[in-house]
């Protein structure tokens, strides 16, 4: 195995009940939350009065920044920062998904410097400090409850960017999987596609001769692939959302790559300028995406994907491994093709285009060129 660096340090608790202890974790990071929520999920559920009661017992004061989209834009994400600073908060506690959790980590990032948030999304700026994050995490598939990354679109620019740092990683992130009992069936399997791809990207680009970080992989991937059929059909089957919710923190902790390379998500990259130009939800996309680059990568990856035929979806052959993958995202219902979301062939220049700018911003364009985009593109029409 390669020599690695494996550092994560978010307090998890999992469970049913787990957020009675919100409050107290609160307390214990500051007097004064900015309360970042979504587009009202929250409301309608209930658990948003669940959070002002444990803020209000710990004696935690609150402003709140609601309103988040999926796919968080930056000017929603520069108010948060306005606000932040403003009213002095020591604290960013985030309760929703990926997206919600991503724009409060920005947020966190931009109250702590005197540069433009977005600088630190072009490589312009580092950050060096940010004030805490608590997650309440809603519905599974990001992993950004236990990771330090972040994605935001910037509307003016049409880019969706991301990047890792490591005053970011939340200080402690609250898993109940009932929590996500009431995620609707489309958005259950987006989140399930992401987490999947999450792993099997990093499966896919590195060296697969280890066995104990292909034996994690690939118990990740099969637990996905088992359990979220099972969640689309059940909402409320909690051992589903469980496995969901602990497999998709951990396809993105880091845990994955440690010993066999780095993270790599080239799908991801083209991914994000299809929610970029037609805010497509981000598993949707992966959906698209991935199996199109893995035909395009059927040579120059060729033991990984038998590797993965093999050790996910129990078949022999890159063909059927990739047929069993398409069948199970088809059996979620899960968009598989460009025309499908209504992206013709001939947007493909333009996507490639697009996707291109973060290709190069994530050192990946000696590869990922214009040319090879619209060719895995082309494979996914
Ligand atoms: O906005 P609300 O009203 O809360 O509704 C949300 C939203 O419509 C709804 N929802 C969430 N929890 C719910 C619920 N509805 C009912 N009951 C609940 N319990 O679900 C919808 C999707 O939410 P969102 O947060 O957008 O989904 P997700 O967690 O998939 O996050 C997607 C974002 O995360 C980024 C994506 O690019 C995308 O912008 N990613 C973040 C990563 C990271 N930080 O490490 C890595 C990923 O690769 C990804 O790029
Ligand atoms: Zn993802």
Redesign the pocket.
């Known amino acids: 195995m390669k020599n690695f660096r494996y550092f994560n340090p978010v307090c998890i608790y999992f469970g049913k009940g787990v957020l009675s202890r919100l409050g107290k974790e609160v307390s214990k990071l500051g007097k004064k939350a900015l309360f970042v929520?979504?587009?009202?999920?929250?409301k309608r559920?209930g658990l948003y009065d669940r959070v002002v009661e444990q803020l209000k017992e710990a004696g935690v004061e609150f402003v709140e920044h609601g309103g988040?989209?999926?796919?968080?834009v930056l000017s929603h994400t520069r108010e948060g920062v306005e606000k932040a600073k403003k009213e002095n908060v020591d604290v960013i506690l985030a309760v929703?998904?990926?997206?919600?959790?991503?724009e409060a980590k920005a947020i966190a990032a931009g109250a702590k410097a005197d540069c433009d948030v977005w600088d630190f999304f072009e490589f312009k700026a580092i950050v060096k400090d940010a004030l805490p994050i608590v997650t309440v995490l809603?519905?599974s598939?990001?992993?950004?409850e236990m990771?330090a990354?972040?994605?935001i679109t910037n509307e003016e620019k049409k880019a969706?960017f991301?990047f890792r740092a490591e005053p970011l990683y939340p200080k402690v992130s609250f898993l109940d999987p009932t929590?996500?009992f009431?995620?609707?069936p489309d958005?259950t399997a987006?989140?399930a596609v992401?987490a999947f791809t999450?792993v099997s990207e990093v499966y896919c680009n590195c060296d697969v001769n280890h066995d104990l970080p292909k034996g994690i992989m690939e118990s990740i991937m099969k637990t996905i692939v088992k359990w979220a059929p099972v969640a689309v059909k059940e909402p409320e089957n909690y051992e589903a959302r469980a496995e969901l919710m602990w497999a998709s923190s951990l396809a993105?902790c880091g845990i994955t790559w440690c010993g066999v390379g780095d993270l790599t998500l080239p799908a991801?990259m083209i991914e994000?300028s299809l929610?970029a130009l037609y805010d497509v939800?981000?598993?949707a996309g992966l959906a698209i995406v991935t199996p199109g680059w893995m035909k395009y990568m059927r040579e120059a990856r060729k033991e990984q994907l038998e590797a993965f035929a093999k050790g996910v979806f129990g078949v022999e052959g890159i063909d059927e491994g990739i047929e069993s993958f398409e069948r199970w995202l088809k059996e979620l219902n899960c968009p598989t093709r460009l025309s499908d979301i209504g992206v013709k062939s001939s947007d493909i220049p333009e996507i490639a285009e697009n996707a291109y700018q973060l290709s190069v911003a994530w050192g990946m364009s000696d590869f990922y060129t214009v040319e090879v985009i619209k060719e895995i593109l082309n494979l996914c029409a």
């Open positions: 929520y979504g587009m009202g999920s929250i559920t988040v989209k999926p796919n968080p929703g998904g990926g997206s919600v959790i991503d809603t519905i598939g990001t992993g950004s990771n990354g972040l994605v969706k991301g929590l996500t009431t995620v609707p958005q987006y989140g992401d999450h993105l991801h994000h929610s939800a981000h598993g």
